[in-house]
């Protein structure tokens, strides 16, 4: 098994179909052309030979080298998302109607409307649906690496590019254990035969062709369907490649895939990581009788009715097409109106819904939602995961849970404070003993400062829920702070456990923390430990690095084999380069973390803690943002907030602070510069 | 009535709703722009204001300014088309989020595929549908007015952007009559309360609020539904002033509007030109009792089901969708799919085929094709216009034509010699005599030197025949040379009239002509004039101005009342600024025009003209691009031509050739360095 992200699974691929990769960086997808960057350390492609890597002003540039790289004969790739997708778009004409096999990877990303986002959903991808690409859509970390080969496959095969695509952030920085493809058994379905001629027909001095002319009225037309046949071979040609990697893989992949009872009457189509988590849903409600269905898109252009009627059960009667957009003014979302027409000439009812854009979290109870709909009574243009109390567009929210066979894990950090680092490595030693892993990390877009939430899960089944854990059994907190501004603790499981790393002792904390918490916490016997990490670093001289002390604290909790010794030889190789003292202070640290970790009482009080009646933005600073409705945030619908937000938000997780000492200060006036929220202020005064 | 091209119709409205307008020059939008500069120097806008033009970098700092005035709270507009339009998509979802009222005129043209192209159909404005536009079809030069001001109304009142547009060159270009909108009958109508409100909505240092931020998963989803209110209000809204426009214009707009039998069983949606070609074949049909019906899409975006249902007929059974598109790898082109999903509850048959990519011209014959299709079987995904031997997607063509009542000219000119202005001032003539006027020209994109066909129709009634003259009955030719290459005379009228400028003698021309050329003459019964228009301008000393002297010819032919006078008084006019000389030289060369003009004998001969036949490569020299077939130009179909084609494309138009004079050449190399087809070069050689 091979633990990895997305961006990982899929890049290790693109790295071996490509002569050049051009790039520029953009969120989520960055980490892929890194990985570009160290592989051409010491692999190789294909034709045995290091990727050449160049990283351009903008998107808008890596589309052109990308283009010119093809057009002069080399096999490229590059990686981008959202707005950056957007930028490429003019050359994604051109390289289609040159018919040149690039692969763009996309971390699918919201496009900025009335403000921009970091996070995932399909408009980036679906602005690009007219560009005469061929797209393939993943679903999790499995698929990005085995649908980034078939891409590359068929993209030399048919002499169409292809954009491969996955959920940014949801897949791409979800790490997963996955069945490694051994990039050497591709080597026999490689299309030599199609490679040598896209050498063949490159633009260079010598071949005596000219390309990027300009038509008039009077051949353009004819020249475009000439293409037909092309287009017409295309999916038949991805289908085979999918067929090879499933020999390899023991995989199931089809332009379409069908899952659920073979005799459904509703089903859900959809592409992207919802596929998962309606497939528990399947499964759960299949427990109870209930006979639901999901086709998975993986070739979303060319659009095959031929595959699609293939997985089609005779047995439909209604269907929900799920759309990870918003096209506003449009009839119905793009996958919706393609499925209209697919299967126009069917007795079938269709409605179409949007779901998770930015990044929405879709839960098990959202997905059966729409189930639910398809039971009782039809409804278009639907939302899920939202309350539309304005347009009315939601579906009633369920309370619904799946029991995973999983140990859950939410661990609280304080963005830079290598809380993440710490969950990936717990991520990896899980591995190492034979666990399923998978972990998800939620950040938000505030970058280092922000609170970071690692959803970490351990099981002996494969893990695809690509949804934010709900039941944790363990919870860990790196700032006492929190407890003030999120509810942490308030779906924690029956005799879970919370760590709080904090300098408060057990008198203290019963005091800090409200009566409610403490109420839950007393009620759920739930096992509290507090550990002071910042002193233990403070002490070892490695003041602020609690990382490697939590990581010791938590695994410890988790009961895993030899805990200590793997952290030690961790911390070897990790600071290898940092020098014997760094290590040492750091062994010393998580043996006495060890010691120092103390489970303390909960005490409880009557006084009775007054629910803060927070307004709208205060809301979103206490992470309550997903409960707001679309009528809370009207105001809003055009990106306009009101100034000075930023007092609101007073993080107060520092646990120092700077102290003006009058006598040293030089008045060159960039402590005022440099405070980003404007609180020291230089002012010319005169004397008196 | 107001004689002008499609660009200055649209443009003379935005210039009045405008107070910033960002340009970029692309074809065939330029005109737009430039009209704009011209009106600011004596025109006021609807604030009694200058508008400020700036023209930027590129189109994607045109939308960026676009976009930064109306944040700041300026009215504003912009003019593009094609790959310019692309590069406007990123700030379109911005603007279109942020709900701003900015309204882009585009006169719409082929995005690059496999060549650019810089003629029109409508893949760059499907390119943005997703974009949350608001988008207006024109259909001509009327609507092209009639609508800009509707788009600029609803924009301000529904508080979104639009998009509106025309066919490029087809109507961008195509001069007409039309009734000329009284811009201060709009002043009741105007949104002043929502001016208001968007100037108090400006971003600036007092406004006390920010835009543009980053949201998070948390909020971006409901503020996205948040602005479904704004959607659905804006159909009305749109008909709300497309009713005002019909009061003061006496106009029929709507939403969608439909043309024909009002029991129709077979129908077509289209927008654009195409319509009048199709409202022609309608009324044709209706005469022989066949009853078709038209479904004019005037609002595309938001796509309002309401108004498509209000208009159409009960009785409708199949109905074939026109897309000016070809999206390649989709499952139907996209007004296709909006129409299969509006009406996928009513057992309607509905089929979707692609014409006029890149200006394919479109004729009433490729409409009745459309029409016997829906009588006899219908075929989906089907061509029109070309001969699709490949994938058999074309329509078989039919024998088919409208006699309109129009007098209809097609003169044919040397790109550069002024017969396009000369045929400009025809129609300005026509109209002043009180005829119905309509012209276009048919250009390639060789710019200066290439052939230019000006199609001409004068009449009685207003003329909306948006496809090439097929009937003319009078022809004038400049450079006899286009007879060699060009089927010219093949469908000239019987009693038509032929005039050649040349400096050949009537037994010279009778050599030159084929004998083909000249049994069509005779038995058509055609009246043959010579003019040598050069020498008569090489006499007056002003060598190579024919224009003048044509249209004094072609005004006589026409027998225009006063035509000499009416010249007289054009020439002091246009040469005001050129001097005493210039004026007279024109003046006397017209009067000698009048005298040195002959009708000749045309005198067959046996001698059977070999029948030439063509490479592809050569009928695409010789004007006959449009009959080759899909599979002739499928070596084509990426774009790939061979190098060193402009040796077959020798025109031979010229009257005089360089000499090179050895005593006077100081070997500068500037010859060869300005030869574009690298006729002239230079070598160092050495003295032996």
């Known amino acids: ?50 990727v050449k890597l160049i990283e351009m002003q903008s998107e ?11 057009i002069s004969g080399s096999l490229a790739s590059t990686f981008t998302a959202s707005q950056g997708l957007l930028l490429m778009i003019p050359n994604m004409y051109k390289i289609a109607g040159e018919m040149l096999p690039g692969v763009i990877h996309v971390a699918a990303r919201t496009v900025a409307t009335n403000a921009l986002s970091i996070f995932g959903d399909h408009s980036d991808i679906y602005a690009t649906r007219a560009t005469g690409f061929a797209i393939i859509s993943s679903c999790n970390v499995n698929d990005c690496q085995n649908l980034a080969a078939v891409a590359h496959l068929s993209a030399i095969k048919g002499s169409i590019p292809f954009l491969h695509f996955f959920d940014g952030f949801r897949t791409s920085h979800e790490i997963s254990s996955i069945k490694e493809l051994d990039i050497h058994k ?83 189509v959809a592409m992207g990581s919802v596929c998962d988590t309606i497939k528990l849903v399947i499964d759960e409600e299949a427990k109870k009788g209930h006979k639901y269905g999901l086709i998975t898109v993986h070739l979303y252009r060319p659009f095959s009715v031929k595959y699609l009627l293939d ?13 990870r957009t918003k096209e506003a003014g449009s009839n119905g979302e793009p996958l919706y109106l393609d499925i209209v027409s697919a299967l126009k000439d069917k007795d079938i009812n269709i409605v179409g819904g949007r779901y998770g854009l930015s990044s929405k979290n879709t839960t098990p109870a ?87 939430v690692s959803n970490l899960r351990f099981g002996k089944k494969k893990i695809e829920a690509p949804y934010y854990i709900t039941r944790p059994s363990l919870i860990v907190v790196t700032k006492e702070e929190y407890f003030k501004k999120f509810q942490i603790v308030s779906n924690i499981k029956e005799k879970g456990t919370l760590i709080i790393n904090t300098h408060l002792t057990e008198k203290e904390i019963n005091d800090f923390l409200s009566s409610k918490i403490k109420k839950i916490l007393k009620e759920r016997d739930i096992a509290v430990y507090l550990i002071d990490a910042s002193k233990i670093a403070e002490d070892n001289k490695i003041r602020g690095k609690i990382s490697k002390i939590m990581e010791m604290v938590i695994l410890n909790t988790l009961k895993v084999n030899e805990a200590l ?13 940092k020098g014997e003292n760094v290590i040492n202070s750091n062994i ?13 009482n909960i005490t409880l009080d009557d006084t009775a803690s007054l629910e803060e009646k927070l307004d709208v933005i205060s809301k979103i600073n206490h992470r309550l943002g997903d409960t707001l409705t679309v009528k809370e945030l009207e105001p809003f619908k055009d990106g306009t907030f009101p100034n000075g ?44």
């Open 588 to 600: 010393k640290a998580i043996k006495e973390a060890l010691k120092n970790v103390v489970k303390i």
């Open 311 to 323: 997985v089609l059960p005779k047995t439909v009667k209604n269907i929900a097409v799920l759309d």
């Open 645 to 688: 937000l930023s007092r609101f938000e007073k993080r107060q997780v520092n646990k120092v602070a700077p102290k003006w000492i009058k006598e040293n200060c030089i008045e060159c006036g960039r402590c005022s510069f440099v405070c980003p929220h404007a609180v020291i202020r230089s002012f010319i005064t005169k004397d008196e």
């Open 366 to 452: 959202d997905i059966k939602s729409v189930f639910t709909m398809l039971d009782t009574k039809l409804k278009n243009n639907f939302t899920i995961s939202i309350v539309d109390d304005v347009t009315h567009t939601s579906l009633p929210k369920e309370d619904y849970e799946i029991e995973l066979d999983t140990k859950d894990l939410l661990i609280y950090g304080f963005g830079s404070d290598g809380m993440v680092s710490c969950s990936k490595d717990i991520l990896k030693i899980m591995g190492q003993k034979n666990y399923f892993v998978n972990g998800y990390f939620s950040y938000d877009s505030k970058k280092s400062g922000g609170v970071t």
């Open 565 to 577: 010794t793997i952290l030690e030889e961790g911390i070897k190789d990790t600071f290898k380069n």
């Open 1 to 50: 098994m091979k633990i990895c992200d997305g961006n990982k699974a899929c890049s290790d691929i693109a790295y071996y179909f490509s002569e050049l990769c051009s790039i520029y960086p953009i969120t989520p997808s960055s980490p892929m052309a890194s990985n570009i960057d160290n592989l051409r350390q010491d692999k190789e492609n294909l034709f045995q030979d290091k």
């Open 60 to 70: 808008a540039g890596a589309a052109g080298a990308f283009h010119g790289a093809l």
């Open 186 to 268: 591709l080597k026999d379905i490689i299309p030599w035969e199609e490679i040598d001629k896209f050498k063949n027909r490159a633009l260079n001095l010598e071949s005596g062709i000219q390309k990027g002319m300009a038509f008039n009225e009077d051949i353009y037309f004819q020249t475009q369907e000439a293409r037909n046949t092309a287009y017409n071979n295309l999916p038949d040609m991805v289908n085979n490649y999918m067929q090879e990697i499933n020999k390899i893989m023991g995989t199931n992949y089809k332009p379409f895939t069908y899952y659920g009872d073979t005799k459904a009457t509703n089903i859900i």
